[in-house]
């Protein structure tokens, strides 16, 4: 069992940055491919970034490629999502997942964890 806790959430200007950050339980984290998703008000969850195990393999969905950098420090059990040049169309909760097998990173399916989101706000 992976617990996942999101922290680094809140109200930022249209512009600004952000750092999520995604705590996990347990001694595997490094055998576990990372992904963060997001799901707007009145929409459905959507991809955002995922990372390889090891972090050498990294996908970023084509709305936030450019601003966003997704990272992993597999000795703090932690995964990153530093957000840059954030517009309001980011607005959303964020969700990081873990995926322990059979990983596709856009697909939902293929995560078997998901921590509780953290609500990022871009408003003036």
């Known amino acids: 069992q992976v617990q996942l806790v999101e922290s680094g959430g809140g109200l930022v200007q249209p512009g600004g940055s952000l750092r999520l950050s995604c705590a996990t339980s347990g001694r595997t984290f490094s055998s576990y491919a990372m992904g963060w998703f997001r799901q707007a008000p009145g929409k459905e969850r959507e991809f955002v970034s995922g990372?390889?195990?090891?972090?050498?393999?990294?996908y970023y969905a084509d709305s936030v490629k450019g601003r966003f950098t997704i990272s992993r420090d597999n000795a703090k059990n932690t995964v990153y999502l530093q957000m840059n040049s954030l517009k309001p169309e980011d607005t959303a909760v964020y969700y990081c997942?873990?995926?322990?097998?059979?990983?596709?990173?856009?697909?939902?399916?293929?995560?078997?964890?998901w921590g509780q989101g953290t609500q990022v706000t871009v408003s003036s």
């Open positions: 990372i390889s195990w090891n972090g050498d393999n990294t």
């Open positions: 997942a873990a995926s322990g097998s059979s990983w596709s990173p856009s697909h939902q399916i293929s995560y078997d964890y």
